[in-house]
């Protein structure tokens, strides 16, 4: 068994595919027989790999295919009854599904596993990782080979203890003191107001026009409103996105044609973290923190592959600097400081009324914006620096005017903040923004109707019931206290004046509630109601 640690584009893929082709060409393995099993934790991943094992395993007939999310359960499970496999390119979690709808036909169909390769090991050791690797490793021999690969390795013996070695050796093809980058990658931060996040990010690629250049940024939903955004800021280039939620088939066209673009910009998240070789990225530019330390090196390394010369460039809010220093420390990584002096304050600001206007064009876009926003928050709450670089010390007002919200939207990790009031609240009225789709905007009138029906009702049921309760009191109040002569007629003057203010309001309620039912309600109605 082999831990193998080498710096990203270095060609670990073949280090393992060749190997395993000669071990699998000596096996004499039956022709619907796995001899090896490889685990990727993406579904690109997987495909890249098929890729580079498909002309070896023609070569040597020998079939390879591969199960990952995105393709239907049922067609995985078609193709292990029907189809012979001696390779199996898998990412763990829809293995996992398979193994729980079939296990005993898989067991079967793995028992001959000769070898375990593991790709991008490190990324296992995370909690989602764990059932599934257990599963999986109770469906395989015991007597097998277990490879793991990546460019960087965990740092505690027991975190391997979960892929069942036996005796492994380590092998580390370190350069210099880093043993993760490749040296001909060069690492640069560039220190900015959070405020001016995005227009230095737009200025540092103006800058480059004639480059290839990958921005991860840190959720599905920045990555799809900054698409919208860059989609209008950044006209004269081919512009592709992909993150998690998109169909396989359309990140496989995106990834394909950014492969192809000679100055393409692509903005995504870590999907494209890891592993995926594309080899002529000039830049790579990170918007804010990784989730993880460790994925700094995998997302800088996804340019100057194979010995060719890369840059890769980080977006540092001043209250992030203590990043910089971090880094250097805990994943050896060096950054070198430079600036942007295109982007001025000015300039940012001008970036973030387009950015406004871009969103009151499409309720859409303004949804998303802040559903962006609200996941960047989010992420940035659980990345693993959060010691040095907390959310506390986040210059959340400043990050907030780099995704050009309007409002700031309510969230748990900010009901502490003492700094919001700092905001600039626009006097744009939301409610106004219209969907660019008619079909949308049309539904939204409806939702918005529906949603003030249901709180008149609600207000109503509310506003009966407390009259009810008054009524019995009032009752229970006339009948302890009739017999007395005292100012029982004030208060019985003061409670008919109530009732009949109470029984006006109803009237009114209803009189709303029927207007609303007739679509006849006014905004300074809807308004005022609400
Ligand atoms: N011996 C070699 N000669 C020439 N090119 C090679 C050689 N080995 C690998 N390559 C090329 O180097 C590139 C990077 O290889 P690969 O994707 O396997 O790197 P990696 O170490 O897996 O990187 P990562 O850590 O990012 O996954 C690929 O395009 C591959 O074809």
Sequence with gaps: DVVVESPTGSGKTLAFVLPMMRMIQNARLQKNE????????????????????????????????????????????????????????????????IIQH???????????????????????????????????????????????????????????????????????VSQERNSAAPSTLKN?????????????????????????????????????????????????????????KCSNPHRAAQIKAFSESTNGVMISTDVMARGIDITDIDWVIQYDLPKHSSWFVHRAGRTARCGRDGNALILIATEQLAYVSFLD?????????????????????????????????????LELGTRAFV??????????????????????????????????????????????????????????????????????DTVMKEKHEKKIETLAAKEKKRREKEARKMKRAGGRFKSRATGANAEEKRAKKRKSEEEDDAQNDIRLLKKIKRGKLSKKEIKDVL
């Design 329 to 365: 420390n805990h994943e050896k990584v060096k950054l070198e400081e430079v600036k942007v002096p295109t982007s001025t304050s000015r300039k940012a600001e001008e970036l973030r009324q387009k950015m406004i206007k871009i969103q009151v064009s499409d309720r859409a876009i």
């Design 34 to 97: 796995i001899g090896a099993l490889i685990l990727s934790p993406s579904r690109e991943l997987c495909s890249q790999i098929v890729n580079v094992i498909k002309p070896f395993a023609e070569k040597l007939k020998l079939s390879v295919e591969t199960v990952t999310g995105g393709q239907k359960v049922d067609k995985n499970i078609k193709m292990f009854k029907n189809k012979d496999i001696n390779i199996l390119v898998a990412t763990p979690g829809r293995l996992f599904q």
């Design 102 to 172: 079939e296990k005993t036909m898989i067991a079967r169909a793995m028992k001959g596993v000769q070898l375990l390769v593991i790709d991008e090991a490190d990324r296992f050791n995370e909690i989602q990782f764990e059932d599934h690797m257990r599963e999986i490793l109770s469906c395989i021999p015991k007597q097998r080979r277990t490879g793991l690969f990546s460019a960087t390795q965990v740092k505690e013996e027991d975190d391997l203890m979960v892929f069942g070695l036996r005796n492994a050796k380590q092998v580390k």
């Design 188 to 244: 640069y931060f560039v220190e900015c107001p959070a405020d001016e996040k995005t227009s230095v990010c737009l200025e540092f690629i103006r800058q480059r026009t004639d480059k290839k250049v990958l921005i991860f940024f840190p959720s599905c939903n920045s990555v799809r409103y900054f698409h919208k955004i860059f989609e209008r800021c950044l006209t004269k280039r081919p512009l592709f996105a992909v993150h998690g």
């Design 375 to 444: 996941s960047h928050i989010e992420s940035y709450a659980k990345h693993d620096c959060h010691l040095i670089c907390s959310l506390d010390d986040l210059n959340v007002v400043g990050l907030a005017n780099s995704y050009a919200l309007l409002r700031l939207p309510k969230m748990r990790e900010l009901a502490q903040r003492k700094d919001l009031d700092q905001f600039d609240r626009s006097d744009i009225e939301t409610s106004e923004i219209k969907y660019a789709d008619p079909k949308l905007e049309a539904n939204r």
